[in-house]
């Protein structure tokens, strides 16, 4: 199996916020599942964090427009079970 070929075996929605929620949720506001898909369709090696939280800091989308993050949360209480929690 390829790099290009990692598809996810299962998903399920996040319960709780946590640091990988926030994640997710900055990922899939930008139109991808995760880090994983984002990799693959931008052929990047790695994405900007914030050094202080570890949040994702800038994500360029499908389109070419870039999404700006803060380095606080985000993805409030309410958002949470909208996120998709991929399994690999």
């Excluded at 990988?20 to 931008?42: I, M, P, S």
Aim: proline share 2%; net charge positive; with cysteine.
């Amino acid at each position: 199996m390829t790099k290009t070929d990692i598809k996810p075996k299962s998903m399920h929605r996040a319960k709780i916020w946590s640091d990988d929620v926030e994640n997710l949720y900055r990922f899939q506001q930008a139109g991808y599942r995760d880090e994983v898909e984002y990799k693959q369709v931008k052929q990047v090696d790695k994405v900007e964090f914030w050094p202080e939280t570890g949040f994702v800091k800038k994500l360029q989308r499908r389109d070419n427009t870039f999404y700006y993050y803060n380095r606080q949360r985000e993805c409030e209480d309410k958002d949470v079970r909208k996120v998709k929690v991929y399994v690999y």
